[in-house]
């Protein structure tokens, strides 16, 4: 349902946003319902959070300093600890679909990675943080999807991307105690 509402809007940002609106070959409208429509989705989530803001550069020096299994470690118990609280913050039902809109609206919009589905369904996430946050990141997705779904996924990494099979492969429906899970985690 659509609805007509106006706003009162500084003149500067009407400017601003007819430019991005332009260079992103969206409609004003178009583009600012996006935004407006992805800032709310995640507004529960960033309520009560703070977040520090650092260049590509210096968070890259950071991350390469961290012990890789410690990293490892450190990114499956935040995923343990945060995300069956956002999802039900969220209000995302624990299934594929949330969980590839939820990386997409939350974690890429968080600079985490940039995102892209392969031809064969597999998620592929890029970044520019090197083989630690690969590590980091493989280990908090492929604990998300145990925790939301039950099962193991194939989490491919390099130094600047993670790679997830196709997670429907992965998927396994626990209401079929018939079905056993036939694709296990790479370490």
């Not at 003149?11 to 409609?27: A, D, P």
């Not at 300093?65 to 995300?83: M, T, W, Y």
């Not at 997705?141 to 099962?151: H, K, R």
Request: charged share 25%.
């Amino acid at each position: 349902m659509r609805v007509t509402k106006s706003f009162r809007l500084d003149g500067e940002l009407v400017r601003l946003l007819s430019k991005v609106s332009r260079q992103k070959n969206l409609s004003e409208t178009a583009y600012l319902s996006s935004l407006l429509e992805s800032s709310l989705k995640i507004e529960p989530l960033t309520q009560n959070t703070s977040s520090i803001t650092m260049d590509e550069d210096s968070f890259r020096e950071i991350v390469s300093q961290v012990n890789k299994n410690g990293v490892e470690i450190l990114a499956g118990e935040l995923a343990r600890r945060n995300v069956p609280s956002e999802f039900e913050a969220l209000g995302l039902a624990h299934n594929l679909d949330s969980i590839r809109w939820y990386m997409k609206e939350v974690l890429c919009r968080w600079g985490w990675f940039k995102m892209q589905s392969g031809s064969n369904s597999e998620l592929i996430m890029f970044h520019n943080y090197g083989l630690t946050w690969s590590i980091f990141l493989k280990s908090y997705v492929s604990n998300m999807i145990e925790i939301l779904i039950g099962n193991h996924t194939r989490i491919t990494i390099d130094e600047k991307f993670v790679e997830i099979d196709p997670i429907e492969r992965a998927y396994i429906d626990r209401t079929d105690p018939t079905h056993l899970p036939e694709i296990d985690l790479l370490h």
